[in-house]
């Protein structure tokens, strides 16, 4: 726990430092105190990389985010700030890191669908499977094919999630039959991990191999939390409990409600509606500036540019010629399903004590908006999953449709807020 201490502050200390073109080895060796054989050992240990691979590695992240937020850098410019001293080395490391030059990948993030499932992660799988080389890389359709052949219901939103936020499927050489790993890197050394088995002991295997803080592993079950724990402990896993997070699915449209209010309607929104949406979404408690940015260039993605699959989906709640709010969603596509992954409402707040007056009244209203949304959805095809309902007091899962897919389940073994 020490060391974990002491890599999280090197860490710290290469993200604040990590466009300064000296930076080295040296300087974060002797950040932490210690000397550089020694320092990078465990620095190797915890994260997987050699000090100044991680300091790479983060370099190009940084451009890489730069230029999804900004198209006017030049690439010389970038480079000279991540430490490189031409054009050229610059774009051999990127493209080494991301599978696209520089110019292509800001390309691609502007004019295009860019996503991060379409970018190569050659590097992350490399250094997994040096670590760990009882395992194998696994194509990502074979291993959306095998989830949707076993259970469409329960997996189409994690296979749209993988087609879309990429990461490294592996499974184990002498257990391919038992299942396999999907790992996505968050950033900063921390990597969630999905694991995909029926069978205990590959579970277990997993579970005491990918660990926290470094590895944030969830799995797929179906047995109650009594059996789990048993089964698991008897493996040797530490636990104090198994946490679970029920998914829940809609396939089939409700009923129409009553109208909460007799002048709200839904309307799908789109790019035109885009000073409608920044004037109400201005005046929704908490909502950034930068996503109200995010969603009007998306909007502008699709139906300008022609981006017809982006995944952007807006509908506007409307009183009389008045948006008051919008439902929010996710439409993610692949190997032959469509599903939603996710519904988000927000509304004007400045309306709600003269027009939705009484927690009955703006519960009414919260049910209609997301059971209208479903219902359009349910229209295009998709599957529509929600993650939320434990989290949302207004509204349970029977009451607007919604059934559970099933338990997507992590182990507390005692540490505190390991996954936020």
Not at 326 to 343: K, P
Not at 346 to 356: A, K, P, S
Request: aromatic share 12%.
């Amino acid at each position: 726990m020490e060391n974990q201490k002491i890599v999280e502050k090197a860490i710290e200390y290469v993200h604040d430092h990590a466009t300064e073109g000296n930076l080295s080895i040296e300087d974060v060796a002797k950040n932490a105190g210690f000397s550089i054989d020694y320092f990078n050992s465990i620095f190797l240990s915890h994260t997987g990389f050699n000090v100044m691979e991680y300091v790479r590695y983060e370099r190009l992240k940084w451009a890489a985010n730069r230029m999804r937020k900004t198209p006017h850098d030049k690439i010389l410019d970038l480079a000279l700030m991540c430490g490189y001293d031409s054009h050229e080395s610059f774009s051999r490391a990127f493209k080494k890191q991301y599978g696209l030059t520089p110019s292509e990948f800001r390309h691609r993030a502007w004019n295009g669908l860019l996503m991060q499932g379409d970018l190569k992660n050659d590097q992350f799988a490399k250094r997994l499977l040096d670590e760990f080389p009882e395992f194998e890389w696994m194509d990502l359709d074979e291993a959306i094919d095998e989830l949707l052949s076993k259970n469409p219901i329960r997996h189409a939103q994690v296979a749209v999630c993988m087609r879309a936020d990429g990461g490294v499927v592996l499974t184990e050489k002498e257990h391919k039959q038992d299942g396999f790993l999907w790992l996505r890197d968050l950033g900063s050394t921390k990597i969630q991990a999905f694991f995909f088995s029926d069978n205990y002991d590959r579970l277990a295997s997993w579970l005491n191999r990918f660990t926290p803080p470094r590895f944030y592993p969830y799995f797929y079950a179906e047995d109650t939390t009594s059996v789990l724990k048993k089964e698991l402990s008897a493996r040797g896993v530490p636990l104090q409990n198994v946490i679970r997070h029920s998914q829940y699915v809609c396939r089939r449209k409700l009923s129409r409600n009553p109208l909460p209010h007799p002048k709200l309607s839904m309307r799908a929104l789109t790019w035109d509606d885009r000073d409608l949406i920044t004037g109400c979404l201005m005046n929704s408690f908490h909502f950034p500036y930068q996503k109200i940015q995010w969603i009007n260039y998306s909007l502008k993605k699709r139906d300008v540019m022609g981006i017809t699959d982006h995944p952007i989906l807006v509908f506007g709640l409307f009183l009389g010629e008045k948006l008051i709010g919008i439902v929010r969603g996710n439409l993610l596509r692949t190997n032959g399903v469509i599903a939603n992954t996710y519904l988000c409402i927000h509304f004007d707040e400045r309306l709600f004590g003269t027009v939705f007056q009484g927690d009955d009244a703006f519960a009414r209203f919260v049910k209609w908006s997301f059971v209208e949304a479903t219902g359009r959805i349910l229209d295009l095809g998709a599957l529509c999953y929600d993650n939320l309902f434990q989290k949302r007091k207004l509204l349970s899962p029977t009451e607007v449709g919604y059934e559970r897919a099933g338990d997507l389940c992590r182990i507390d073994s005692g540490e505190t807020n390991w996954f936020g």
